[in-house]
């Protein structure tokens, strides 16, 4: 639908509702209400500036677009092709030698592709373990570490390296350091050895599931003891769960506790289709923590991602019809519903227990990156970038309410106060005409909205502003994005 067709639609639309009942509201927006301050922090991803630097993927223009505060550094590895970064056996490739001697450790290729975040403008939050390793039975990488003494030796390494300039390093002051990734993945992130898998029946068994969750533990509060011993002043924790396995964090705790140390931060993950199921999962590891003593402990959910099915991602048991509809298809992995679950997301995370978020992915490409194989944005790449605008120029969070399950919206001011931004996400929702009592903006000598939906690529659409309410048209009864903005005298 073009604007002067749009511009129609709405004109109608407007004077149908003018005297609709409050029922017709689908929420409220109080300008002059101060309801705290963004926080940047919940707006990160493992995106960054990849290490080839061709002009056809130079990235750093649309990373920095995006308006992300921290950047995660797991799976980098899988997707700068021939570096050997990041990861710990990439960093000390030699575990038998000694882990004090800076002699032994590979520190270049990673600190190259550090530097280029930071040049992006990126905060770093630093994965100290192994990226993911699909190789079936076969494991090399993802392997429970023979000596979890060293392994914590070769992290205090990496930590000393690029905070403290150890071994021709970098000073620079690296906060957050995260212990491994996804341990309960026991097919492809901490993977028990042949014999190990033998004698408990195979690798999925409850038996070998508490046995494998028992070595991490154990080798989580080594590395956990050794960091925080040395390098006090920074965060470490972990350990990126799956999910939110609320036995194995108690587990995790009560260990920690017992060995007189605590984790500055539990991550975990979450893969799905509901934007409040983060927002739950967070309050019930906070609920956890404070009962258990660790009302410090913060709380990062540093993997999120829109996911209907793996097998429509990943194209298992799927034909290529139901991987392409799955991907690309309304409902898909990276377009509108996505993209509005993205949204949602992220302005409820502003009002939850999370203290950061991570979108995923870190592929730049396909179908975990913010751009399709020809180089195309993805929705995701708009709801993004939507989203950092927001953070970067609105800090000071107002007054908001939805009436609808589908609607969330997010009302900010800027620093000076001179305009407003209102972003409304309607995630599945199948009213087509939204409407929205507006206080606070009587004075806005101009608005302006965009739309993100099936067709558009947040690009400019009409809005009808008048007598405090705020009037949107979606083009069709699916998924749609708006951002509106008030300029004030």
Not at 253 to 261: D, I, T, Y
């Amino acid at each position: 639908m073009d604007i002067k067709t749009h511009t129609a639609v709405l004109a109608v639309a407007a004077a149908a509702l003018n005297c609709a009942c409050a029922q017709d509201i689908v929420g409220e927006i109080d300008f002059a209400e101060s309801a705290g301050r963004i926080r940047p922090a919940l707006h990160s991803s493992g995106w960054t500036p990849r290490s080839s630097k061709r002009a056809i993927h130079n990235d750093d223009n649309a990373i920095k677009a995006l308006g992300m505060e921290f950047t995660r550094t797991h799976d980098w590895a899988l997707v700068n092709a021939g570096q050997r970064i990041i990861d710990w056996h990439f960093i000390f490739p030699l575990e038998h030698l000694d882990a004090t001697d800076p002699a032994n450790y590979v520190f270049g290729p990673t600190d190259h592709i550090i530097e280029l975040a930071r040049n992006a403008g990126l905060k770093i939050f630093y994965r100290l373990g192994t990226s993911i390793e699909h190789t079936e039975e076969a494991h090399f990488n993802a392997c429970v570490p023979k000596d979890f003494a060293k392994v914590a030796e070769v992290f205090a390494g990496t930590v000393r390296h690029y905070n403290k300039g150890w071994a021709n390093g970098k000073k620079w002051n690296i906060e957050y350091w995260e212990i491994w990734n996804e341990p309960d993945g026991i097919a492809n992130m901490w993977c028990l050895s042949d014999e190990e898998v033998a004698r408990f029946g195979g690798r999925g068994t409850p038996a070998a599931r508490k046995y494998a969750r028992d070595r991490f533990i154990e080798f989580y509060v080594t590395c956990l003891r050794r960091l925080k011993t040395e390098f006090p002043e920074i965060k470490v924790g972990g350990p990126a769960l799956c999910g939110t396995d609320l036995e194995y964090f108690r587990t995790i705790l009560e260990k920690c506790r017992k060995a007189g140390v605590a984790p500055d931060f539990l991550s975990f993950h979450y893969y799905g289709r509901e934007p409040d199921a983060m927002v739950q999962n967070a309050a019930a590891i906070r609920a956890l923590c404070d009962k258990m003593g660790f009302e410090k402990c913060e709380l990062i959910c540093d993997e999120w991602h829109y996911l209907l099915a793996w097998d429509g991602v990943n194209g298992r048991n799927s034909t290529s019809a139901m991987v392409k509809r799955a991907l690309d298809g309304p409902t898909g992995h990276n377009n509108i519903d996505s993209a509005c679950f993205t949204l949602s997301s992220l302005v409820k995370f502003q009002s939850s227990k999370l203290d950061q978020a991570y979108f995923y992915g870190c592929a730049h490409e396909g179908n975990w990156g913010y751009m399709d194989n020809y180089k195309q944005f993805n929705k995701n790449f708009y709801a993004c970038r939507m989203f950092g605008e927001l953070v970067r120029g609105y800090p000071n969070i107002c007054g908001s309410k939805s009436m609808r399950d589908t609607v969330s919206t997010l009302a900010a001011k800027s620093a000076d106060g001179r305009r407003a931004a209102l972003l409304v996400s309607d995630y599945r929702g199948i009213e087509q005409v939204l409407r929205f009592r507006v206080a606070g903006a009587d004075g806005a000598k101009h608005v302006s909205a965009r739309v993100l939906d099936y067709e558009r690529d947040d690009i400019p659409v009409a809005c009808d502003w008048h007598d405090g309410i705020l009037t949107l048209v979606k083009s069709e009864k699916n998924s749609t994005a708006f951002m509106v903005e008030f300029e004030f005298p």
